[in-house]
């Protein structure tokens, strides 16, 4: 199983980008899929889920009404647009199934920076 995070960049407070996540090495969409996050010095959390047909999204509170996750199953790719970005965005963005999630197996991740 391996995921590639990437669209992260230096964005200033206000603004937008859409993270890309692409995965292999399993059926893809047979499978739910998550967006996490960890700033420095704190626990990873988890932001964003979307079933494997995309049927059921759900969002941490602290995103809802900005961020919006999708997927392409034929592309097997999830990604998360994020509008409206704030400071305490800033983090490292990783995806992962929930089984890699509990099995704490990561992607590199994508940094997110969100300041003027």
């Known amino acids: 199983v391996q995921f590639v995070e990437s669209g992260g960049g230096l964005v200033q407070p206000g603004g937008s980008l859409r993270l890309s996540c692409a995965a292999s090495?399993?059926?893809?969409?047979?499978?739910?899929m998550s967006w996490y996050r960890q700033a420095p010095g704190k626990e990873r959390e988890l932001v964003a889920s979307?079933?494997?047909?995309?049927?059921?999204?759900k969002y941490a509170d602290s995103v809802k009404g900005r961020f919006a996750i999708s997927r392409d199953n034929a592309k097997a790719t999830v990604y998360l647009q994020m509008n409206s970005l704030k400071p305490e965005d800033t983090a490292v963005y990783y995806c992962?199934?929930?089984?890699?999630?509990?099995?704490?197996?990561w992607g590199q991740g994508t940094q997110v920076t969100v300041s003027s």
């Open positions: 979307i079933s494997s047909w995309s049927v059921t999204k």
């Open positions: 992962a199934t929930r089984t890699t999630a509990t099995s704490n197996s």
């Open positions: 090495g399993f059926t893809f969409s047979n499978y739910a």
